[in-house]
């Protein structure tokens, strides 16, 4: 079953995960991820911190991530990388 997405009107994190059809192990990463970074914006906004803060902390966040996720994606069999 394929989610198609419009944007036109918002989409739950789910949505997005089932429109990109990831890999089990992959989605679940993503969906936390994607949510605590979707939280500390939140909170970063409700405290007025300057865009480049925010920009930064980002960055910082998602280099973070970006080491999990490589290793989880180098860690799928062939198979798992279709969709």
């Not at 995960?17 to 993503?30: D, F, K, N, Q, T």
């Not at 939280?39 to 280099?63: F, G, K, N, Y």
């Amino acid at each position: 079953m394929s989610t198609q997405l419009s944007f036109d009107e918002p989409a739950t994190l789910l949505d997005l995960v089932e429109a990109l059809r990831l890999p089990a192990p992959i989605a679940g990463s993503v969906a936390a991820h994607s949510r605590h970074l979707v939280d500390l914006v939140a909170s970063m906004r409700v405290i007025a911190l300057p865009d480049e803060v925010v920009r930064r902390t980002v960055h910082v966040m998602l280099a973070s991530y970006e080491e999990e996720l490589v290793t989880a994606l180098l860690g799928l069999k062939g198979g798992e990388l279709r969709a």
